[in-house]
């Protein structure tokens, strides 16, 4: 999960895509909305999901925010300082605002997403530029909330509603466009959202809610959409995505590991992954999805925060250290060539230098081919801020450094390892260069091949020549797949 990312959700989602049928309110065609994206893949995907939902009232995405009739931020509050960024953000959003009502245009200012389920009113309060707040589960009733702060209301709603947003979600007039971060041929899909499991540190149960799955039938059908848009990897999304248990035909909860099956059989749909997964709700299934299905990526995040079983209790992880060794050697087993990501944090309140040495043990056996890690930072109302023994920041720095200098070390043997192999590759865009484009390995890494533009979206077969941190090189061969355990399937 990336720390902070900024984006527009900008690709231009026409009208015609996702409002097929709807006219643009009347006076009102024309408009343009600007969303800046914070924090994770979910709110990637509301910020997409928020732009689809204003097409009907004649809003289309600009990646100008100096164009923009509304602009939306979509927070996030996961670390520190979330919310003073958001209102450092807001100072410079009033100045635009002013310049633009000096040539006559109105400008609406939104804050959506954790922070503003967090903080609420306080926000309208402490910066009256802001029209409307509204909270994550909230925007599917967007154009209402943009109608009432057009006419004057200062608008805050931060109710939970999630079943009606997945409802919304899957009616076809609000079907998303094929926009993923990742490009056309690769998208995200919301499968679950919220958290039931509370860990000491986190504030997602509270910003997101309680867990809620949607339906089997609600998520092939939105996978089919994107497939028939030529999407052909689909990453599913929740905070917990796999203790999904969504409702199937068949009137029983399925499970994550039944839906990947169920997916695999998408027409078109090549590569499933998904995130993010908590080591306890790795259930049988899922495991044997990833020993059974070629469509299931060998790539796996499944964060563990700490390696210290003292710390794992504190964290409320529920679950030791060698649980985590043991369910990494269940995957491993039926899929060997799995390459695992993971998250950690260090200084949490009372962590000692024998605890993070057991961190640092655990990094060792397990082997990553990435991680993210951050420094523990006291989120408000959750546990973990009152917790005493707080770790100074000069450990926590040191503590920090030491950590990502191992992974790092790791990132590049295992990158290293690839170079000289063979394997598939989905062809997602244009490359840094002219006569180059880029596509993903099936361990996630961004691949630089010398190769035309029309394979964009093939699932192409090569060899590995080169690599540089973070991204690989790589010629086309010919043939199918190149030594993986289970051959993607290859368009020539
Ligand atoms: N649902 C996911 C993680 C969501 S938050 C899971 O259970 O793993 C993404 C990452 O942010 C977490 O894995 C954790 O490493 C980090 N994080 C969350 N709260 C944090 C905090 N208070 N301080 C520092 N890092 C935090
Ligand atoms: Fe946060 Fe823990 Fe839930 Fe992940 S599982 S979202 S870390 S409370
Ligand atoms: Fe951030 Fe909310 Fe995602 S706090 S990480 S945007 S769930």
């Keep these: 999960m990336s720390d902070e990312i900024s984006i527009a959700a900008g690709n231009a989602t026409a009208p015609g895509q996702a409002g097929e049928g709807v006219s643009p309110a009347p006076g009102a065609a024309g408009r343009k909305v600007f969303v800046k994206t ?85 926000i309208a309060r402490r910066a009256p530029v802001v029209d409307l707040v509204f909270g994550p589960q909230t925007y599917h009733r967007l154009p209402e909330l943009v109608t009432r702060a057009r006419a004057g209301e200062s608008v805050v709603e931060t109710e939970f509603e999630i079943e009606a947003k997945f409802r919304h979600l899957s009616t076809p007039s609000s079907a998303p466009a094929p926009t993923g971060r990742r490009g056309p041929v690769s998208a995200f899909l919301t499968v679950q959202e919220g958290c039931d499991k509370f ?16 339906d089997v039938d609600q998520i092939v059908a939105e996978a089919e959409r994107l497939a028939a848009r030529g999407v052909r990897e689909v990453t599913l999304l929740g905070q917990n995505v796999n203790a999904w248990h969504g409702e199937g035909p068949d009137g029983r909860a399925w499970g994550l590991g039944e839906l990947l099956h169920r997916l695999a059989g998408v027409e078109g749909l090549d590569r499933l992954r998904y995130t993010t997964s908590h080591p306890r709700d790795m259930d049988d299934a899922l495991i044997a999805a990833h020993r059974d299905l070629p469509e299931v990526m060998p790539y796996l995040h499944l964060p563990v925060q700490s390696g210290s079983d003292r710390i794992l209790k504190a964290m409320n992880r529920r679950h030791t250290r060698d649980d985590y060794f043991r369910l990494i050697d269940r995957i491993r087993e039926g ?9 950690f944090i260090v200084g949490f309140p009372g962590e000692t230098d024998a605890d993070f040495r057991d961190t640092m043990d655990l990094i060792e056996r397990v082997g990553f081919a990435s991680a993210f890690s951050f420094k523990y930072s006291p989120r408000p109302g959750t546990p973990g801020a009152t917790m005493d023994a707080h770790v100074p920041e000069a450990v926590m720095n040191e503590r920090l450094q030491e950590l990502q200098a191992l992974v790092a070390q790791q990132q590049k043997a295992f990158n290293e390892s690839l170079v000289g192999t063979s394997c598939d590759v989905l062809v997602e865009k244009r490359g840094r260069n002219p006569g180059q484009v880029t596509g993903r390995s099936p361990w996630l890494q961004p691949v630089q091949i010398d190769a035309d533009e029309s394979l964009i979206g093939e699932i192409v077969a090569v060899e590995i020549t080169g690599r540089e941190a973070n991204s690989l090189f790589a010629r086309r061969v010919a043939g199918q797949d190149g030594g993986q355990a289970h051959p993607q399937r290859v368009r020539a």
């Design 335 to 343: 899929r060997p060539d799995l390459a695992l990501s993971c998250d």
């Design 199 to 214: 860990c000491t540190f986190c504030v997602v149960p509270y910003t997101r809610g309680a867990e809620v799955s949607r």
């Design 38 to 122: 914070y924090g994770c893949q979910m709110n990637v995907y509301d910020s997409e999901r928020m732009t689809d939902a204003l097409v009907p009232q004649g809003f289309s995405a600009t990646d100008s925010v100096e164009d923009a009739d509304l602009i939306i931020l979509n927070t996030c509050h996961i670390r520190e300082k979330a919310a003073e960024k958001v209102y450092s953000e807001l100072g410079r959003l009033r100045k635009l605002k002013a310049a633009r009502a000096e040539s006559g245009k109105q400008t609406m200012i939104g804050v959506a997403g954790c922070v503003a389920q967090a903080e609420g009113e306080e």
